[in-house]
């Protein structure tokens, strides 16, 4: 089944933590997520955040979501490796749920296979970036719609590849212990440059797009960690 729900997950660490975590969440944190219904579908570092972890996790529906959250966090595995995780932690509030903002624009990890536990990072993780442009809270679906479409057409002119365009779903959270931010209106574009020489051009591009908000888009450059299923 396709998912229909995804959460952008930025944490911000403390100092010098950042491998620590990506240890822990790449070697204990992965399938076992999934076992109980979700899709771990990307982690990456942002090397000019050295303290930021980036991530993006999949759920067939809100249902799913709201089953697989407290089947995970109150299990065993996060009771076993969660505090270690937590302690690199300063903030890990910064979440964003979404869903696609046309179909068959979501994350497509079909045939995608995920190197084993215990890989180390490899010299061939591609470059992605991550834009987040901001709506007026008060857009509706079709204007998100129409934003992202605006956005991926700017990125196709610079031959980038989208892998993923999503926008705001502002469904009720059905597990408040993980908060997500409330009130925003966004759309998210994850991008795979066509050549590293093109990620200046496909930046400009990208902040360029003119959605209605007085509001510069967020614009981050990402490496996929070793096992990341998208690479």
């Not at 934003?147 to 892998?163: E, F």
């Not at 059905?174 to 795979?192: D, I």
């Not at 440059?193 to 591009?205: F, K, S």
Request: hydrophobic content about 45%; proline content about 7%; glycine content about 6%.
């Amino acid at each position: 089944m396709t998912d229909t729900v995804f959460e952008l997950r930025r944490y911000t660490l403390k100092p010098g933590t950042r491998e620590a975590l990506i240890r822990v969440f790449d070697t204990h944190l992965v399938e076992t997520q999934e076992a109980v219904g979700m899709n771990v579908v990307c982690q990456f570092r942002d090397p000019a955040a050295p303290d930021q972890f980036v991530w993006f996790r999949g759920f067939a529906d809100q249902e799913a979501r709201t089953r697989a959250l407290p089947a995970f966090y109150g299990g065993p595995v996060w009771a076993e490796h969660g505090p270690a995780a937590n302690e690199t932690m300063l903030a890990w509030h910064d979440v964003l749920m979404l869903k696609p903002a046309a179909p068959n624009s979501g994350f497509d990890t079909q045939g995608l296979e995920r190197l084993p536990p215990g890989t180390s990072d490899l010299e061939d993780g591609r470059n992605h970036i991550v834009a987040i442009h901001h709506l007026s809270p008060e857009a509706a679906d079709e204007e998100a719609a129409l934003a992202a479409k605006a956005i991926i057409d700017a990125v196709r002119s610079t031959g980038g590849a989208v892998i993923a365009s999503l926008i705001s779903d502002r469904s009720e959270n059905g597990f408040v212990r993980l908060p997500v931010r409330e009130g925003e209106r966004v759309a998210v574009t994850l991008v795979r440059p066509a050549v590293a020489q093109a990620i200046p051009a496909l930046e400009a591009v990208l902040r360029a797009v003119q959605i209605g908000a007085d509001r510069a888009p967020d614009i981050a450059r990402l490496v996929p960690t070793a096992r990341s299923l998208l690479r």
